[in-house]
């Protein structure tokens, strides 16, 4: 079985680029012009984005983790962290990063949309840092706040980094919406 998930696990990390482009291609054609370099950076930006969080699980989060995990065990004791439980922990942990660093790109995109704000991400800022902490004491396997500032902190980043590029989104979309008024 831990040969099938790691096989599982690395044929999708390898393969999420490729569908993605697939999926772009049979799409583009109902596409207009316009909107096409607009849905291609989305796209490379997605892609961009997942392998930042699996790669911020890899060099930062896992070592952290692990060297607390491994710090609860005394001198008497013996570490028992089996290969299936520790890869299903790895596993779990880049797919769920992978999945929060895409926050900028479905920003972005819901902005372009139109169904959010800047002003409303503003607003709602107080109940995003919230929900951010909530989900770092879910994610991180120990209670201790370094470990939860290791996933908070990167993940308020991102949604401060939405914020702006909800802004620079929405004033483009204004631009446009002058320029064929008048």
Partial sequence: MLKFKVSAASAFLILVPIIIFHIWRFIVPAIEVQNRMFSRVTIISAVILFYSGVAFVFFVLLPAAIKVMLSFVGPEM?????????L???IFSCLIMGILFEVPVIILVLTRLGLISPQFLINKRKYAIVIIWIIAAI?????????QSLVGVPLMLLYEISILISKIVARRERRKLNITKN
Avoid: L, V
């Fill in 78 to 86: 013996i570490s028992t962290i089996g290969a299936e439980d520790y």
């Fill in 88 to 90: 299903s922990f790895i």
């Fill in 139 to 147: 994610i991180t396997p120990q209670p201790d706040p370094f470990s």
